[in-house]
């Protein structure tokens, strides 16, 4: 009995393929990419870093991997047990599935393969696509996936019976839910440009003209910030910042399931940044502008290890990227944060898609580049225009402090000093007291 592959099934197997070889190298890269955030933050501070396991601190992800498998699992007291346990499974499940739509490299021609198995398997003029799964509304599935993140942080917040968690869990969700719509916005511009939701087709227009950060920067910059925002990321980690909430949604959480929602933290950033390579740099492409030589869709072996070698470092260029914005920017109030989404973001996400159809309608796309700009004049015009809240910053003046000084019989300051508002006091002021 004879078995002839067909074109469908050398397209399963390799599909298949591509999943199991892209999640443990995802899974791999995780766990360096912690030591890499770890060196890049100890280079911005001056310091050594981890250098002590393995050779220049190499196997410090293995180490840390067992610390987190030997670690007390404590479960508080009045938990949801079922649904305690399944937040973390949730937020990395919906974590790992989006990256399966994402075309790394292009076509391969398995007549290109090596030592003549492609006569020996049959597969002679065959070609398979490497991606995970061909859908061709690729983009809608993935932004649907990602916008699933948000049902692990209210388990893991209302399941742990904690106010603090609960708090937490809020603040967090309410942050997710707001920046998905900037984020859905500024994808509705570049789908509107590209005039196709199919993952493939986004790169292969991009390969034929320009990418797509040169045409549409405003709605690139929205995005890497949405990105940021529903990763939990700096200057937007919340769940992680604020003292009275302790560590957030995930206060309660201990051993590995406190790390699968770290890891889904770090599994979101490679997935966004594969995201944002595949709108906004071209995927593999190597030439930005329309005219040049660019690498093709369609290769050997070779050409498409050197398709996802471009593509990786692209994603690991904007993953070091966030890394450094961590170590870098001071973090958001959450009324700052939630301010500059529905007051800020959303309504200059709108006008750009606003600015986009226009141009779309009157067949202007290759002078999209100049709407964007026409964008960022119109806000920066517009928004010293625009009603303005309260400072919350105000002073407000107490009786008796040194802003506000009374003379009611009481001691009140006196010293030039004291009712200075400098920073640092003027040396022609006199001495001043520092104990």
Known sequence: MSFELTPETV???????????????????????????RKLSSWMQD???????????????????????????????????????????????????G??????????????????????????????????????????????????????????????NSKFSFLGGLRASAQMISYEIP????????????????????????????????????????????MLAESNRAPFDMAEAESELIGGYHTEYSSMKFALFFLAEYFHMITGAAF????FLGGWSINPLPWGGDLPVQGGLLMVLLQFAVFAGKVVFLV????????????FRFDQLM???????????????????VFVFLGWTPWMWAGSIGCIILVYILQPLMPKQEDPNRRIPMIGSRFNPVDDGLEVPRHPVALSDAAIPDPSQGPVSMH
């Not at 397209?11 to 955030?37: D, K, N, P, R």
């Not at 290109?112 to 492609?118: I, Q």
């Not at 859908?135 to 692990?152: E, K, P, R, T």
Request: charged share 10%.
């Open 339 to 357: 301010k500059l989404a529905w007051e800020g973001m959303i309504p200059t996400a709108l006008l750009v898609v606003l600015v986009t159809s």
């Open 276 to 279: 944002f390579t595949l709108l």
């Open 320 to 331: 070091a990227f966030a890394m450094v914005l961590r170590w870098t920017l001071p973090r």
């Open 47 to 97: 310091r050594i870093g981890p250098n002590r396991v393995g050779p220049k601190g190499l196997l410090q992800p293995i180490a840390d991997g067992l610390k987190f498998m030997l670690k007390e699992d404590y479960n508080p007291e009045g938990i949801d047990r079922a649904l305690f346990f399944l937040a973390p499974a949730v937020i990395t499940a919906t974590a790992m599935l």
């Open 99 to 160: 990256f399966v739509v994402i075309p790394f490299a292009g076509t391969l021609d398995l007549s290109t393969l090596p030592f003549g198995l492609a006569t020996t398997l049959g597969l002679d003029g065959m070609t398979v696509q490497i991606v995970g799964a061909k859908v061709n509304i690729g983009l809608i599935y993935l932004i649907a996936v990602a916008s699933l993140g948000v049902y692990g942080v209210v388990l893991g917040g209302w399941a742990s």
């Open 11 to 37: 397209q399963l197997i390799t599909s298949l393929a591509v999943i199991f070889m892209l999640v443990h190298m995802i899974l791999g890269g995780c766990a360096y990419l912690i030591l890499l955030e």
């Open 183 to 226: 984020m859905g916005l500024a994808l509705l511009a570049v789908i509107l440009l590209a005039g196709t939701l199919d993952p493939g087709r986004m790169i292969q227009g991009q390969l034929d003209g320009t990418w797509y950060i040169l045409q549409q920067p405003l709605a690139a910059l929205l995005f890497y910030i949405c």
